[in-house]
């Protein structure tokens, strides 16, 4: 025997949900723009096509049955979906809602992505954004995937190219952080050789800030430093470094942001006469995959900001529109 396939309709899951919100069917009427007759008789229908009671009258209202309970998680679950698609499409039509993700590596998520963002949350503050910092690697298998929308990342060799739309942002140098009462950070001039014995914190191998760090290091004929910490973590870094006389190898962005104004971590850079810099990084998205206008929106910043100074990330710290004298 066949059993009858169900077919509710969204406001039987809405008059269900707001009976269980409210306990009241005039009030869950009310929410609904319902008359408490026509919602009685909505309500009936639905056990009549579910076949079993939903709720049963209590003396401070409706409790909803077993099957009742089972119903409304369904339901509920179903209603948020249903709001998900009228936000996305929202979103999609008019660019000022719906959902973009985005990721970086930490150098541009510092000098490029939180300036645009700031914009972005200016002229859209219900948009929903959410930010990974990450290595390239880990970027591009997401971007490829079709789990971001954009990413400043790096181009590898293990992935097409010819998968992505390419804008071309900056190189990233590299400097030598420190406590601030580090031995060498009032030092005038520091070589690698003072540093090679030095205890270090760097990210993982393969990494490019840790690698033009090691290769500066064999250009003027040192071994690599061995007293090593290993570590992806920026917050681990900054923990370790004020705890320690430990050096880090950072983006000059990362530098700005930990010791100039308004963060004044209590860390300095080192004054090592090597100029450090590491290979370019670019702002991609997929080709095959087009961007809403959200994406299209933050892409557009994110590009604008490419050809702006450094500092743009701070443009609009603390302010709504940027400070003028």
Known sequence: MSIPRLTLK???LRLIHQIATHHQLQVAAEALAMTQPAASRMLAETERQIGAPLFIRQPKGMEPTEIGIAVLRRARAIIREMASIETDVRGLREGYAGAVRVGAVTGPAVSHLVGAIRQIKH??????????????????????????????????????????????????RVVFIARSSHPLARSHSVTLTELAGSEWIMQQRGAPIREATLAAFANVGLPEPANVVNSPSLLLTMA????????????????????????????SR???????????YYLLDLRRRPLSPLALRLRERLA??????????????????????
Not at 137 to 152: F, P, Y
Not at 270 to 280: A, E, K
């Open 123 to 172: 002229e859209a503050p219900e948009a929903d954004i959410t930010v990974d910092v990450m290595p390239s690697r880990e970027l591009l298998t997401h971007l490829e995937a079709g789990e971001m929308d954009l990413v400043l990342a790096r181009i590898l060799p293990e992935f097409d190219s010819h998968d992505f739309n390419i804008l071309p942002m900056r190189d990233e």
């Open 304 to 325: 604008q900001s490419s050809q702006s100074p450094i500092r743009e990330a701070w443009k609009y710290q603390g302010h709504d529109r940027p400070h003028r004298p």
């Open 240 to 267: 370790y470094l004020a705890q320690s006389n430990a050096i880090a190898p950072v983006s000059d962005e990362v530098a700005d942001l930990l010791i100039e104004p308004p963060v004044s971590a209590g860390f």
């Open 270 to 280: 080192l004054s090592v006469r090597h100029d450090l810099r590491v290979s370019p």
């Open 10 to 12: 969204p406001a039987q």
